[in-house]
């Protein structure tokens, strides 16, 4: 970054003289000096070396400018973990830059203010809850699209709250107005976004889901919070007039986006409308208009309370949409519904989790206890594949993940907000211009806090209001702390400086090869060349060991290229000893690959289910894999009790196991040596094993389609024909506009000699789909049956339509049309199905 040259010189800080200004505090020794810290109420380094402090602030700036609008295209996770990056290199950069200014003048320059407790409450409630965590990495540097509570985002907030409270000095006015402009060009890009109009290409960028700040309900509780900074009222009105007479760039900027930006930020919260958005729309709106009121009483003795005239509007405005449930069909049918565990859920899952780890389970580390605690209500229902990463708000998160001791965190925060917040409203803000918008939007989001989770920019968002909140403050007078006059504040220095930037070089290196791995697994998961997919996979995962996700899709790949491998077989030039080898090399590096992740993080479900995976793909192909793929579904299970898709899969592990042996037994029935009786017996064993699992997954979800359907296969096999019927029919019921389901019920309904409910679902899966025509085909076969040829020859006819060149139905046509019946002595269930 570019900086301004200065000619200035900096001066030998070694020697600082001691003004009549200095405060000596308790402990001076009778010589005059003292042990204890001097400081001076003016400013040093500000007079002496701004250089480094003008830097910082730019740095500041520009990210605060930034952030709400970065996004990188290159990265697998393309908002928040650019938004993370950007966070890491502004902080440590700002704080070796500061550190730097210590060391090379000798003093420390502060402003001091109570918010530096709750502020350092929150870091270190993330620090402690990486230790006790279930997985470190995730709760060190998140994971996904899951970054804003991880520590690493903490920690650089909490050094820019540091680095903006002490190194801006108009009372944040610049800070504001940059906040503003963000905030409205990131509103303008979104509501371009929901009407289609898109800047960027790319079937993620054009789309109306995306926006730069993330999800659309929390773009919309941005806007929400950000109306108090777009609206003209109360004081602020009044600032506005008294600085027109000294228009400079930056405000013209700010005070033309503002007017965009309020229509933007109050289309977007109309056109969601959803009551969490609406309740802080409105708690932001009061607290606005209160704080305005406290600040300024002339606003009221002058009758000027047709400044508030704008908030009350929107707030009519807002309890009326809700009243009428406004709904902008058309334009909202168009975007994707967000869900998320109800308050409820969210609630027992804290509770559960909060009893079994009083520690938490780890920033960014939800969805471990999401999986452990969820209720089988969830389970039983269209969510039963969803894995939340996100609870309904970001208080439920902290709980879960940061345990008591975030808890505990977020109730200081709210004290020491409180007992600020009190003093100011003593004080009436200090009349100050800006004030009363940044504490209403402060106030909106400790209130978002229990509505809603938090993502990077709205956790900026928090730190960057206390950051103005100080800076607002009269008392926030900075203070001076001379490391020179003391050899124990000299020793403290250097360490802070050395620690610092090892923690800077630390964080730097790792979020370098964190960015490197990101970048190789999007150029993976977009390569259609299976083996390039692959060697990605393997960069992403040696820059990045630490990330499960490219373990599991890189077992995946390799499972995927050896069944590739076993359909061509050997190839031209290719001998069979090194087409064999070939083949071990992938079993054995896909499950190697698959145990690297359960081992590197062992609590996440995901990764046991992918191991099982595996094995479940490999069970023809080594022995003993069957029982390793049931082993790693249990396992997966102590970790997700309520997930009926892992009893589906044990369950499948079971009816393939048995559907083998029987293949095996039946080519084997001229062979010797084999213990037919043995076989039988473990065939049978397995199929009752594959029903008790299906019907486990079918307990937690009623309507599980797959698992119906493959109960119905297992009983067909055992032969109880009805019991499969029974399961059919559920599925049907479940799924009455599916041809494929009633075209299999027919066959079952004709097996066990039911013709006349066969011929009836035949019937009514070619009315939901004519064009189909294994349907047709039987109930063709059926009036053949009947002797009503004439009937049988039109099915044919309709399905020749759709495969004109079927030779077995040119066949049936001439034999049909010839009057030759065949069925009988022929019957229907002789005639195979049509391949389509």
């Known amino acids: ?333 168009k975007l994707p519904v967000e869900v998320a565990p109800s308050h409820k859920t969210s609630w027992k899952i804290d509770l559960n989790s909060l009893r079994t780890k009083p520690s938490g389970y780890g920033a960014e580390n939800f969805a471990i206890a999401y999986d452990k605690f969820k209720p089988t209500s969830i389970a039983n229902s269209v969510f039963y594949r969803f894995r939340f990463s996100d609870s309904a708000s970001e208080l439920y998160n902290s709980a879960a993940e940061g345990g008591f001791l975030a808890i505990l965190s977020f109730i200081a925060l709210l004290w020491f907000y409180w007992k600020e917040m009190t003093a100011r409203i003593k004080d009436s803000f200090n009349s100050g211009a800006e004030t009363s918008a940044i504490w209403a939007a402060s106030f909106g989001l400790l209130v978002a806090y229990f509505l809603y989770p938090f993502n990077v920019v709205t956790m900026a968002f928090l730190f960057l209001l206390l950051a103005l909140i100080v800076l607002t403050s009269d008392s926030s007078q900075e203070r001076t702390i001379s490391l020179e006059s003391d050899a124990k504040l000299s020793f403290a220095g250097s360490l802070a400086f050395i620690m610092g930037l090892v923690l800077v070089l630390v964080a730097g290196y790792f979020t370098t090869k964190n960015y490197a791995a990101n970048i190789s697994l999007a150029r993976a998961l977009e390569n259609s060349n299976l083996s390039k997919s692959i060697e990605y996979f393997v960069k992403s995962a040696n820059g990045n060991p630490n990330d499960t996700r490219a373990y599991r899709l890189l077992s995946q790949a390799v499972v995927a290229q050896l069944a590739e491998d076993l359909k061509k077989g050997p190839q031209k030039g290719e001998s069979r000893e090194t087409y064999d080898s070939k083949i071990q090399n992938q079993i054995a590096s896909a499950v190697s690959i698959a145990l690297r992740a359960t081992d590197t993080n062992s609590a996440d479900s995901q990764n046991w289910i992918n191991r099982g995976l595996i094995y479940e793909n490999i069970m023809t192909l080594v022995s003993g894999a069957n029982q390793a793929a049931v082993n790693m579904y249990n396992e997966s299970l102590t970790r997700n009790p309520a997930d009926p898709n892992t009893y589906l899969r044990i369950g499948n592990v079971y009816l393939s196991a048995s559907d083998n042996l029987q293949r095996a037994l039946n080519n084997s029935q001229n062979r010797g040596g084999v213990d037919f009786a043995a076989v039988r017996k473990q065939i049978s064993d397995d199929l009752v094993r594959a029903e008790e699992n299906y019907k486990k997954a079918i307990s937690f979800y009623n309507n599980f389609g797959q698992a119906l359907f493959n109960l119905a296969v297992v009983y067909d096999r055992q032969d109880k024909l009805p019991d499969a019927i029974k399961q059919f029919e559920k599925l049907r019921a479940a799924n009455p506009k599916d041809p494929s389901v009633a075209f299999q019920l027919g066959l079952l309904y004709y097996r066990n000699n039911q013709k006349n409910n066969a011929f009836t679902v035949w019937q009514q899966a070619v009315i939901l789909f004519p064009n189909y025509s294994n349907a047709r085909w039987y109930l063709s076969l059926v009036f053949e049956e009947r002797g009503d040829l004439d009937n049988a020859l039109k099915q044919v006819e309709e399905i020749e339509k759709f495969n004109p060149d079927n030779e077995l139905i040119r066949q049936r046509l001439t034999q049909l049309r010839s009057g030759k019946r065949t069925i009988p002595p022929d019957r229907v269930l002789d005639k195979k199905p049509l391949d389509q």
Do not use: C
């Open 1 to 333: 970054m570019k900086v301004d040259s200065y000619e200035e010189d900096f001066g030998n800080f070694s020697e600082i003289s001691q003004s009549d200004s200095t405060v000596v505090e308790e402990g001076e020794n009778r010589d005059g000096s003292s042990d204890a810290v001097q400081y001076q109420e003016e400013p040093i380094l500000a007079n002496v070396t701004p250089l480094f402090r003008t830097t910082i602030r730019r740095l500041v700036y520009s990210a605060v400018f930034i952030l709400p609008l970065w996004f990188l295209p290159w990265t697998a996770d393309i908002l928040e973990f650019n938004k993370q990056t950007l966070l890491i290199a502004v902080a440590g950069i700002g704080l070796v830059l500061y550190l730097v200014d210590i060391i090379r003048g000798g003093i420390v320059s502060y402003k001091p203010t109570l918010f530096y407790f709750p502020v350092a409450g929150i870091m270190a409630a993330s620090a402690i809850s990486v230790i006790f965590s279930v997985n470190k990495f995730t709760s060190l540097f998140g994971v996904g699209e899951s970054r804003s509570a991880a520590f690493v985002t903490v920690a650089s907030l909490a050094v820019l709250f540091f680095l903006a409270v002490n190194v801006i000095e108009d009372r944040g006015n610049k800070l504001k107005k940059i906040v503003t402009a963000s905030l409205a060009l990131a509103f303008i890009f979104g509501v371009l976004q929901v009407f289609g109009i898109f800047l960027f290409k790319g079937t993620v960028f054009a789309s109306r889901a995306f926006n730069s700040v993330g999800s659309l309900n929390s773009l919309g509780i941005l806007a929400a919070l950000s109306l108090v900074f777009f609206i003209p009222s109360g004081i602020a009105k009044k600032h506005d007039d008294e600085n027109l007479a000294e228009p400079n760039l930056i405000s013209m900027l700010a005070g033309g986006l503002r007017y965009i930006g309020i229509v933007s930020a109050l289309l977007l919260v109309i056109l969601i409308n959803w009551w969490p958005v609406w309740v802080i729309t409105f708690i932001s709106l009061l607290t606005l208009v209160y704080f305005d009121s406290v600040g300024d009483a002339r606003l009221v003795k002058n009758r000027k309370m047709k400044l508030f005239a704008m908030p009350m509007v929107v707030i009519v405005l807002g309890v009326f949409l809700m009243l009428i449930n406004f709904n902008w069909t058309s334009l909202k049918s």
